[in-house]
């Protein structure tokens, strides 16, 4: 039996962060409370740490901070209890955890206190982790995935034991493909070690100087389904994906669901339209006559003209796509108007509430 100052299991989920990589999108909300396979994103993280078995969640936010509370409130609608904590000056990894530490209702110094970054999507086994966490006595457990180009993250050699040996933030000469994939079981004393009210980096600090006074941080290597989803490719990616099932998602709704789209309250799709690929079409979204949409994320009232062609591309909330425009690998903002003829791609994001007049911009002739 646990003690009554222990929670069974509590996670602290960074969510501060201002999603610059996604842009326009988050400028008008937070990159986790963007529409992700018809929800939140951040709901999938918090459906699948339930699932792990975490009770209790403090949200370390800063950015729009206010707005994860009207969407979450309580948590209870994931079988969680939520708490809210909010950093006046932004206070990176290391710091956001210090600071939302406070929070926590356990005491002790052995707890296991999960902590996961909101850009991951991911499939691995929690429980493992947390079961090598506590059987090797750990001071900090690091999930691991490998990638074929691990000088864009942190670089995590291990010995045969498991035991991390070094933690090289954006390396560009990798000593392996082994990267930090974000998600980490803390020893809840570690964290109290963490200097409080000043920036300060897991990556670049914590962890490194954890490893340089021999303390046991071990590395949990898996091959499950993982995803940073921080830019907009990677994020189309990840919401089709979820939408396809190559990662199960229990947070994905499953009225409107069929096999390669998700349409969501009164999104209307002609009958003649092709809708494919992933595709989530957001609530009063409609794609009309002749329509090509695959492997895209159709916000909130957006409208994809007659004819028009939208592939692997995100459309803002209210977002309007005129009879047989292009829209290819492109970011359109809430509210935007591309008028017809045009043909948009090569990873363009047009700003909210901007408007193409027809035949504006094309990568082809008018014919």
Known sequence: MPSPDREPLEAIVLVGGQGTRLRPLTLSAPKPLLPTAGVPFLSHLLARAAAGGVTHVVLATCYKAEMFSEVFGDGSAFGLSMSYVTEDEPLD???GIRNAARSLRGTQGSDPVVVMNCDILSGHDLGAQLDLHVKSEAAVTLHLVEVPDPSRFGCVPTDDSGRVTAFLEKTPNPVTNRINAGCYV??????ASIPLGRRVSVERETFPGLIAAGELVMGYPESAYWLDVGTPQAFVRGSCDLVLGRLPGPAVPQQGHTAQRLLLENATVADDAQV????????????????IVTGSVIFDGAQVGQGAVVRD????????IEAGAVVDDAVIGDGAVIGAGNELGHGIRIWPGTRLEPTSVRFSSDI
């Not at 803390?186 to 964290?191: A, E, G, K, L």
């Not at 591309?313 to 309007?320: H, Q």
């Open 93 to 95: 990894t290391g710091g």
């Open 186 to 191: 803390f020893r809840r004393d570690v964290i």
């Open 276 to 291: 494919t690929g992933g595709t989530t079409v957001g609530a009063g979204a409609s794609v009309q006559s002749g329509a």
């Open 313 to 320: 591309s995100i459309l803002g909330r209210g977002a309007v």
